[in-house]
Each structure stands twice: as C-alpha cells, then as structure tokens.
C-alpha cells in the first residue's frame, strides 16, 4: 500500500464536509492501493473515498458521531458484518436527518455502536413507509478490508 502525506486541498476538503478537530500536530496520511485509498489520522484509519466522496470509516465513527444512525435489530448483525446489504424488515429505527444516497451508519439496536456505512437507498420518510426490501447498499463493515487496513 502506498504511503503519502495528505495534500492540504484535500485536509481543507474533508473538514468541509466533516466537522471534526484536526490540529497542525496531527499526522494525516492517505493510504492507497488499486481498491482503496484510505485517509489516516494519527494512525487510525479515519476516512475512505468511495465513488469520489470522502466517508467516515467505522473506526472513526466509535468517537465521532458524524452521518445519521440507522439501528437494526440483533438478528440482522450477522447478515451485516458478512457484508449484506440492510433490508427494510432489520431495521428498528431510523434518524429523521437519513437522505437519500447519501452515507449512514448502521448501529446494533442492543449496544449501540457501529457495525457498518452504507449508501442510504431512500429517505427516512420513504424507509418508514417500506415494509420490506433493500434500503441501504453496505459499503463497509466490522472485519472488511478497510477495517483491517493499516491496524
């Protein structure tokens, strides 16, 4: 995996779309390979680029409550971490900010913590009136390659 220092034009571009503290002191690196390119702060992988947009990886997401949370219920924890996409019948909750085709983070309904980042298929509005079918496309689970990268 290749190894840069993140350019201040893309620093600049991710604290405009994420709010988070970021100090002159802090080590942002972007790691990169024919699949992934991966922004790491201070060691942790904090950000992937997927479809030309910058979002939060899980890792980051344990400290940082960035995107809206979608809760699904224990029975569907399994199917998620193995990389399924989240089917309307799952879910247990849904923050009213969700819009569509944009990043969410789907938490376990028991614990409360993240378990994967998906691509929201539908607004929160439009997921409520559902009954079944995909709603979120899983774009990055506990135990995937971005997950295991560079830790």
Not at 80 to 89: E, K, L, Q, T, V
Request: overall charge positive.
């Amino acid at each position: 995996m290749k190894r840069t220092k993140l350019r201040s034009k893309d620093t600049a571009e991710l604290l405009q779309q994420y709010p988070i503290a970021i100090s002159k002191k802090d080590l942002l690196e972007s790691y990169q390979d024919d699949n992934l390119n991966i922004i790491v702060i201070n060691k942790i992988p904090s950000f992937f680029l997927y479809n030309n947009i910058y979002i939060p990886t899980i890792k980051l997401l344990l400290s940082n409550p960035l995107l809206p949370k979608v809760t699904i219920d224990t029975g569907a924890i399994k199917f998620i971490i193995n990389g399924a996409d989240i089917m309307r019948p799952g879910i247990t909750s849904i923050d009213p900010k969700t819009k569509s085709n944009q990043p969410v983070v789907i938490i376990d309904q028991q614990h409360q913590k993240p378990l994967a980042v998906g691509i929201a298929l539908y607004s929160a509005e439009e997921m409520q009136q559902l009954k079944s079918g995909k709603v979120i496309k899983n774009i990055h689970y506990v135990g995937d390659e971005i997950w295991k990268s560079t830790s």
